[in-house]
């Protein structure tokens, strides 16, 4: 048991509720889910995967009937966001793959979200129809014109109840505006305008305008052999639509505010955390590259995924952050391996709860790690198939690093590098969780008595 993690546990015991996804033989690359996310309501949550589809499951009612089981995902829609395609100018094949989804606010019965992979983003629509028009003038019943010599009457189409349809439809294509791999977008808080941000820029757009954007940031150098830095993350500010963060490989944050100039290349705020000396290695540069940023739902603070840890920064104080978490420091002394496998580059997601009180981010092994600010105590949790009974509350794991190993404990040797939690997401405002274990979707909520 992790010191003091009955008081961690006491506000919520985590249990299995749903796995999602076929059991792990044969899976294909197609398969793998590439992003997680729950919609402002937490109604709906959105999955993409390397094959260029989004799922979207719905929550089901709360039955009376069985309160204990409470509202479930399933299935709401599936469609191909995006199909692979060949860039004949460059000799490059673009990926399907699912980069990033962001919902937008819901207006109207329909829902909305961006979609994107490594070069276009797409706004689809998904809407609901249960009812179809019978009886038009000019075309038969199966859709077959008539002749207009035999048409003597006007008839009134009516609409008839039919079973529901869940349809997404493509709205808008931004294509056409990067020339290297976007890696975040984020819409910002007035709901019309939304940015792309790859390696080197950042764009933004107008949701009505698809043919022009505006470059709001461009770190390319006149010589690329003088390149020391690319673009990992950005996002807007929740709340303050002037404003956004985004990270970089060098392992340091900048604040932009979009009224002082047009082109935000020079930062208003620049959150670095100076390097230990101590510390320093051949592996530094690599694992102090960030590969998550995001703002708590508050706006007052930041949080970053760097390989080892992650941190909170407070807006006012740039010089380091005023949170640290380990995430796995174990690793520390496998560096040199997961350099020779990749693992090292492997880019981790991090989520805030509802509150902006505990930070929750993945791990290997299938494992994810819950931080909580206030008590300073963490968690190690798994996501696997063998704890998947309903309602079964997960046991914390530990690893153990030489030494004698308890039976409860796993060795840092046998870890499974290849399981592997890059993507969570946290319920807006209620203890459940989605992790996306390779090509499988687990969601965990917290116990009710």
């Not at 694992?287 to 760097?306: A, P």
């Amino acid at each position: 048991m992790i010191p003091g993690f009955e008081n961690f546990m006491q506000d919520v015991l985590w249990c299995f509720s749903q796995v999602k996804g076929t059991i792990d033989i044969g899976v294909t690359e197609a398969d793998i889910i590439s992003t997680v996310e729950f919609n402002h309501t937490g109604e709906l949550l959105a999955t993409g995967d390397k094959g260029g589809r989004v799922v979207i499951f719905q929550r089901e009612q709360e039955s009376k009937n069985q309160p204990h089981r409470r509202g479930e995902y399933n299935v709401y829609s599936t469609f191909q966001s995006h199909e692979p395609e060949f860039d004949y100018l460059k000799s490059l094949e673009i990926e399907e793959k699912i980069n990033k989804i962001r919902w937008l606010p819901q207006q109207n019965a329909a829902y909305f979200l961006l979609s994107t992979n490594d070069k276009t983003v797409k706004l689809w629509k998904v809407s609901e129809r249960d009812k179809r028009p019978e009886g038009y003038n000019l075309k038969d019943e199966d859709g077959r014109l008539r002749d207009p010599s035999m048409i003597t009457t006007l008839r009134v189409p009516v609409l008839r109840p039919m079973d529901l349809m869940v349809e997404a439809t493509p709205r808008r294509v931004f294509a056409n505006a990067h020339t290297y791999h976007i890696n975040s977008i984020s819409v910002n808080s007035d709901y019309e305008t939304y940015m792309s941000a790859d390696d080197l820029r950042i764009n933004l757009w107008n949701f009505e305008i698809t043919n022009q954007s505006f470059n709001i940031v461009d770190i390319k150098p006149a010589n690329m052999e003088e390149l020391t830095e690319v673009i990992t993350a950005a996002e807007f500010h929740p709340h303050h639509c002037n404003t956004f963060v985004y990270s970089s490989s060098k392992g340091t944050i900048r604040l932009c505010d979009m009224r002082t100039s047009a082109l935000c290349d020079r930062h208003a705020k620049f959150f670095e955390e100076p390097e230990d000396p101590s510390n320093r290695s051949f592996f530094s540069e690599i694992i102090s590259s960030i590969s998550d940023v995001k703002f708590s739902h508050s706006g007052r603070y930041i949080m970053t995924r760097d390989y080892l840890t992650v941190k909170v920064w407070d807006l006012n104080m740039e010089n380091r952050p005023i949170e640290t978490y380990q995430v796995h420091d174990y690793l520390r002394s496998k560096l040199c391996s997961l350099y020779e496998n990749d693992c090292i580059f492997d880019k981790f997601e991090c989520v805030w709860n509802g509150t902006d009180s505990v930070i929750m981010t993945g791990s290997y092994n299938n494992f994810f790690r819950m931080f909580d600010r206030n008590t300073k105590r963490d968690v190690t949790l798994e996501a696997s198939r063998e704890n998947s009974k309903p309602r079964a509350i997960l046991k914390p794991r530990k690893v153990c690093v030489g030494g004698k190993r308890r039976k409860d404990e796993i060795s840092v040797d046998s870890l499974d590098f290849s399981k592997k939690i890059l993507h969570t997401a946290w319920h807006p405002s209620e203890n459940i969780i989605a992790v996306a274990a390779t090509n499988n979707l687990y969601i965990f909520q917290d116990k009710v008595n």
